[in-house]
């Protein structure tokens, strides 16, 4: 087998100490860690047109307020819109506190991460599936004049 370089017999006692050592590192030197990055959004950057809430936010609202008109309105018989001029307050208000649970963990920098089936890819696209449903089921209560559920 070839050697590749003097062997240890061969070299003065400086010149091992000198293969052997590691190089020392100052801690005067003006090589600084990096620190870790952080993946906060600001609220604006969050909320810009192409951010990461807008679409998710429209999406989530939908799901939840498809399924909450077409529940109430077939045990209560009354069109979304009738619904919606009763109790003005609630949606209001269930909104922004759903719309501010959503940002903030956007703006913390959390991922969007799968949980069996349900992964953001499928959610994206049942939220686009309720804004159309939504957009479809108030286009026809307010050309028929019935409830549709």
Do not use: H
Request: net charge positive; charged share 15%; glycine share 6%.
């Amino acid at each position: 087998m070839k050697s590749l370089g003097p062997s240890t017999s061969q070299l003065g006692s400086d010149q091992l100490a000198a293969a052997t050592s590691l190089p020392s590192v100052s801690p005067y030197s003006s090589v600084q860690p990096t620190p870790p990055r952080s993946y906060n959004v600001s609220l604006f950057d969050a909320l810009k047109f192409n951010g990461p809430a807008p679409e998710l936010i429209n999406c989530r609202l939908a799901m939840i307020g498809f399924l909450y008109a077409a529940s109430n309105e077939a045990s209560s018989g009354k069109l979304v819109l009738d619904q919606f001029k009763e109790a003005p307050w609630f949606p209001l208000a269930f909104s922004a506190i759903f719309i501010w649970a959503s940002l903030v963990p956007i703006t913390k920098g959390a991922k969007r991460e799968s949980f069996g089936w349900f992964t953001p890819r499928a959610e994206l696209t049942n939220g686009r599936t309720a804004c159309l449903a939504f957009a479809v089921l108030l286009l026809m209560e307010q050309k028929s004049g019935v409830a549709f559920f």
